[in-house]
């Protein structure tokens, strides 16, 4: 990293599931300086998954600062925003105070409510405006929730609704602007992908007043302008917004069919461009990637629920919560030696869209130590990965190039399962932030700045499973999905 005397950079905003990141990068990619914060994720009851409004603005503020004095001497021309998504937030306008917590994209406590609330009509209808199926990991069933919930009397005049992206960028601009990114508002069931407005018949649906959200504008339209941002001039324009998953696609280059980046975090997504939008039926959805100028790009995203935090589970039971001794553990086998953990802790989600199962961990024999459910724990993200570009593959035809990012992409061992299951490379980006840098890359084309820099895919997986191996660990796994389904009538 370098700091030079009036060198411009723009500030990349990344607030995640777990933790909110700040990074100052140049014209050419340069990543300047970084910083970082804890977000704080709770789990109030079973299904339940919640964070802190307040807390989240915070934790910005923190990595923010901490960023900027790691290059006080650089000028901030413009700022860039990217978020977790599904995420919903509600909070007064008159005051700014929040209704109550953020529910977090994996909260489950709206499943009930989505399985009774419509008939087949209005499913119908939310996957041919949306692309997306009616689901608790989604927006829409959230902001009811609230509504319902977390009212306490407010007027309804006075109530805002949001996604992560709406409620920062109102922090940023001291309640200046009520705004959302297009891709961010395609996450929530209320948007139209096709017209790229609220849909009247969605928020009727739903009972969602439209007086509540935010102006949806396109991805490099221009979000307002800070105010109050620490070590940062007010008046700084907020040149772009994406969410995160996009902001990887588009950081990653993957703009053609036959491409694919893979997300690794708390939760994994997996996102392939397609030529055209085409809301056909299928267990990978499809959403509006980016919006820039009049120009939507569409593709194929499939949501894995837990892959990081499947780690992070593992290694609180096995290595006393230490994800490092967990992928060391896991290294002193060669496999799981039939092992198998299906870590539906908050169900399943694409392509199996099931939410009322719960986690099985399967297999165990005498032979089975530590280890063994420790390398379960790590191939269990790679067949989810596998699971969900089988569908695409389907839909696209084979894919020529498999782009991976995200904190759990630094375990070798996690990203060499994943090129074994898959049987093809993997890319693994040699920064760990494509997300920030691909928000960064659209704000300073915004500023009219060349922004075809790569993103450094500083490192190659090659496949080291014979296919007849191959094969048969994926058949063995889909018959696990098949037990952890299981219903027995009653």
């Known amino acids: ?50 964070q802190d409004p307040d807390r989240i603005w915070t934790s910005v503020l923190e990595a923010v600062t901490a960023c900027r004095r790691a290059a006080p001497r650089t000028e901030v021309i413009g ?66 929730w609230l509504l ?31 705004l959302s990114e297009a891709g961010n508002a395609s996450r929530t069931l209320l948007y139209d992908i096709a017209s790229l407005d609220w849909s009247k018949n ?51 280059g993957c703009t053609a069919t036959g491409m694919v980046k893979a ?27 980016w919006l820039t100028g ?19 589970w593992a290694a609180a039971v096995l290595t006393e919560g230490s994800v490092q001794r967990l992928i060391e553990l896991a290294a002193t086998v060669d496999d799981s030696d039939g092992v198998t953990l299906v870590p539906a802790f908050a169900g399943l989600g694409a392509p199996h869209w099931d939410r009322d199962v719960h986690a099985v961990l399967s297999g165990l024999s005498e032979r089975a130590g530590r280890g063994h459910i420790a390398r379960a724990a790590v191939e269990s993200i790679g067949h989810q990965i596998c699971d969900i570009v089988d569908v695409i593959e389907r839909r696209t035809g084979a894919l020529r190039l498999f782009r991976a990012d995200g904190g759990v992409t630094a375990s070798a061992l996690v990203v060499q399962s994943q090129a074994d299951l898959l049987g093809r490379d993997v890319q693994v980006s040699d920064v760990a932030e494509v997300s920030a840098l691909g928000a960064a890359k659209l704000a300073w084309a915004t500023l009219g700045h060349d922004a075809s820099w790569p993103t450094g895919e500083g490192r190659t997986f090659t496949p080291a499973l014979g296919d007849e191996d191959r094969r048969r660990r994926r058949q063995h796994w889909a018959g696990e999905i098949a037990r952890t389904r299981y219903r027995p009538e009653r």
Not at 85 to 101: D, F, K
Not at 229 to 242: Q, R
Not at 294 to 312: H, I, K, M, R
Request: charged letters at 20%; aromatic letters at 4%; a negative charge.
């Open 1 to 50: 990293m370098s700091d030079t005397p009036a060198d411009q950079v723009v500030l990349a905003i990344d607030q995640g599931t777990t933790n909110s990141k700040a990074l100052l990068v140049g014209s050419d990619g340069r990543l300047v300086a970084t910083g970082t914060a804890s977000a704080g994720v709770s789990s109030p009851g079973p299904g339940r998954v919640e």
């Open 79 to 144: 700022v860039a925003l990217t978020n977790q998504r599904e995420s919903v937030v509600g909070w007064q306008s008159r005051t700014g105070r929040p209704l109550g917590p953020v529910i977090g994209w994996q909260d489950r406590r709206t499943a009930d409510w989505c399985a009774e609330a419509f008939d087949d009509d209005g499913r119908r209808v939310v996957h041919e405006r949306t692309g997306l199926r009616v689901d608790p990991m989604f927006s829409a069933p959230k902001m009811r």
């Open 148 to 178: 319902d919930h977390a009212r306490a009397g407010v007027p309804l005049e006075d109530i805002r609704l949001g996604t992560i992206d709406s409620w920062l960028i109102w922090k940023l601009t001291s309640g200046r602007h009520h």
């Open 202 to 252: 969605l928020l009727d649906l739903f009972g969602i007043p439209a007086g509540t959200l935010p102006t949806v504008l396109a991805s490099d339209a221009g979000f307002g302008a800070t105010s109050g941002l620490p070590l940062v001039p007010d008046g700084t324009p907020i040149v772009a917004v994406l969410a995160d998953s996009h902001a990887a696609m588009f950081g990653h």
């Open 263 to 289: 997300t690794y975090g708390t939760g994994s997504s997996v996102m392939a461009p397609i030529d055209a939008l085409a809301t056909i039926e299928s267990p990978v959805p499809t959403t509006l990637a």
């Open 294 to 312: 009049a120009s939507p790009v569409y593709a194929l995203e499939g949501n894995v629920l837990s892959s990081g935090a499947t780690l992070a």
